[in-house]
């Protein structure tokens, strides 16, 4: 993967993350009920939070794959 390829995916995966865990979209979630015990908010933001950290790593791992090659 060229370098300023992954610069724009990993710039888009910031933003991704800014829109995702900023007050107006956590704001959907902000309701009184549990699953399993965990407040929905909570399991939302842990969620968004490691869909974004296993973006990222998929990110870079195919350009150090295809940097090896």
Not at 3 to 29: D, E, M
Not at 42 to 67: A, H, Q
């Amino acid at each position: 993967m060229k370098k300023s390829l992954k610069q724009h995916y990993l710039g888009a995966i910031f933003f991704l993350g800014l829109f995702l865990l900023n007050y107006p979209v956590l704001a959907i979630y902000d309701i009184p009920e549990r699953w399993l015990g965990i407040p929905v908010m909570y399991l939302f933001v842990f969620g968004f939070w490691s869909l974004l950290i296993t973006i990222t790593y998929l990110v870079i791992r195919k350009s150090d794959k295809n940097k090896s090659v």
